[in-house]
Structure formats: structure tokens, C-alpha cells
């Protein structure tokens, strides 16, 4: 079954609800865990220190886990393979309409999911919806409809 954690944003603070959340991101029945960090909210030249960034916030943690972190690819066909290969998918917030094409052209994208956790927060949450609200842009959007 596909798990679906849902996070309104600012996920960089540190706060009790913030360390919740991460800890049932990785809160699966196994002890080696594949995380992949999914940047695509956000310009390329900052996804190296976003993805240290939060590696360091899941290792912080101190949970029993054994993660094993990987950076999403934009390239369709890498990409299709390393959500395959992962235990949960963590995707991070930003601006939801670069996140959506990027993913909008994924084929099967849904049916890739399957089986995975799935960890959206802000624009990561937002293209899962039906609608979602931008404050840039102050209207109601588009999602995929998922959720």
C-alpha cells in the first residue's frame, strides 16, 4: 500500500512537529532504508546544499535507521529506475509549477509509487492534490489529482 505524509512547508526549522514529521517518513518495517530526495521545486544550482541540507536533518534525527540517500535525476528514464529502487520518496517543497513538469511527463508515475512512501511537503504536497492554493500567485491551481 502506498503511504501518503502530507507537509504544509518550512520543513528546514527545527521544531517538534518538523521532527515528527521526518521521523514517519522513514517510519517503514525495515532496517536499511533507500530515501530519495526529490529537488525538482527548486533551481538546480541549489540542489547539492538543499540535499545536504537535508540529509543532515534525517541523520540529526538519531533514529535506528540505516538511509541510504540518493538525489533524484531529471532524466525521465533515471528517474523511473530510482523510484523503483526506493523505500520512500521524499519530495521537497519549492515552486509546485517546476515540480509539475518535471513529473507531469513521468509515465506511470502513480503505478512507480505503488508500494512507496511518499513525503511531500509544500510543492511536494500540492501536485499530489486535485487544487492547491498558490500565494505567489494568489489563485487556485491544478494538481494531479492523486489526493
Not at 544550482?45 to 541510504?68: A, C, G, M, R, T
Not at 509546485?96 to 505503488?114: A, D, G, H, Q, V
Not at 504536497?125 to 500567485?137: E, P, Q, R, V
Request: hydrophobic share 40%; no cysteine.
Amino acid at each position: 500500500m502506498t503511504k501518503y505524509i502530507l507537509h504544509g512547508g518550512r520543513t528546514s526549522y527545527d521544531s517538534p512537529s518538523n521532527r515528527e514529521y521526518f521521523l514517519e517518513t522513514i517510519n517503514i518495517d525495515k532496517k536499511s532504508i533507500k530515501l530519495l530526495v526529490v529537488l525538482f521545486s527548486r533551481d538546480k544550482e541549489v540542489w547539492e546544499e538543499k540535499f545536504n541540507q537535508y540529509k543532515q536533518i534525517f541523520l540529526n534525527l538519531h533514529s535506528d535507521k540505516d538511509i541510504e540517500f540518493v538525489l533524484a535525476e531529471p532524466d525521465q528514464q533515471i528517474f523511473s529506475r530510482q523510484v523503483l529502487d526506493a523505500d520512500v520518496i521524499f519530495i521537497l517543497g519549492g515552486e509546485t509549477i517546476l515540480l509539475m513538469s518535471y513529473l507531469k511527463n513521468i509515465p506511470n508515475l502513480k503505478e512507480l509509487f505503488e508500494n512507496k512512501v511518499i513525503s511531500g511537503s509544500s510543492a511536494g504536497a500540492n501536485f499530489l492534490s486535485k487544487y492547491y492554493y498558490t500565494i505567489n500567485g494568489k489563485e487556485v491551481r491544478h494538481g494531479l489529482g492523486w489526493i
